[in-house]
T-cell receptor
Framework: SQQGEEDPQALSIQEGENATMNCSYKTSINNLQWYRQNSGRGLVHLILIRSNEREKHSGRLRVTLDTSKKSSSLLITASRAADTASYFC?????????FGEGTQLTVNP | DAGVIQSPRHEVTEMGQEVTLRCKPISGHDYLFWYRQTMMRGLELLIY????????DSGMPEDRFSAKMPNASFSTLKIQPSEPRDSAVYFCASSPRAPRPQYFGPGTRLTVT
């Protein structure tokens, strides 16, 4: 079963706008990770946030984690057409990751 | 580093045939993961290895699936006999340790007719 559930399933925005994707999960976690998948490619790790962290930044990415609500959000600022991809959250249980169903982001030029 | 290498990239086979997918993890990574991705079920973990030893194969759908890791630089996922419902993209990923970021290969797109 999928631990993480992303919301929305699909998001379409204009270049330059910000994109926010949300992830909810069910059980306690050690960390939460976000990955990007371009069409026809493998997943690429974006950022990892530990359970004792509330916010983390990496370039144009900002991730928040609320363990009390069992939720996380990924914000991409000043989006570009190249950001068009599917974005997945993944929670870890021991050594394994469980991925959500993903958000398909389309950034229109 | 070349990253995780998978072969073949595409495989088309007939129902009942044996299929072998191959993976070369990133050198020095102790963990290797096999995933299957479909539209219906998303990304599912099939099995993972630590230091060449299978740790969790609870995601392997049935006995037709088997995976081996004879050494630190090579793993195979075998389906025998293959069925049309096995059609999916199969990813291999490796990690220096868990739970650290995983590095994914480009995937093998399997079509069973």
């Amino acid at each position: 079963s999928q631990q993480g559930e992303e919301d929305p399933q699909a998001l379409s925005i204009q270049e330059g706008e910000n994109a926010t994707m949300n992830c909810s999960y069910k059980t306690s976690i050690n960390n939460l990770q976000w990955y990007r998948q371009n069409s026809g490619r493998g997943l690429v790790h974006l950022i990892l946030i530990r359970s004792n962290e509330r916010e983390k930044h990496s370039g144009r990415l900002r991730v928040t984690l609320d363990t009390s609500k069992k939720s996380s959000s990924l914000l991409i600022t000043a989006s570009r057409a190249a950001d068009t991809a599917s974005y997945f959250c993944a929670t870890n249980s021991g050594s394994r990751l469980t991925f959500g169903e993903g958000t398909q982001l389309t950034v229109n030029p | 580093d070349a990253g995780v290498i998978q072969s073949p990239r595409h495989e088309v086979t007939e129902m009942g045939q044996e299929v072998t997918l191959r993976c070369k993890p990133i050198s020095g990574h102790d963990y290797l993961f096999w995933y299957r991705q479909t539209m219906m079920r998303g990304l599912e973990l099939l099995i993972y290895f630590n230091n060449n030893v299978p740790i969790d194969d609870s995601g392997m759908p049935e006995d037709r699936f088997s995976a081996k890791m004879p050494n630190a630089s090579f793993s195979t996922l075998k389906i025998q006999p293959s069925e049309p419902r096995d059609s999916a993209v199969y990813f291999c990923a490796s990690s220096p340790r868990a739970p650290r970021p995983q590095y994914f290969g480009p995937g093998t797109r399997l079509t069973v007719t």
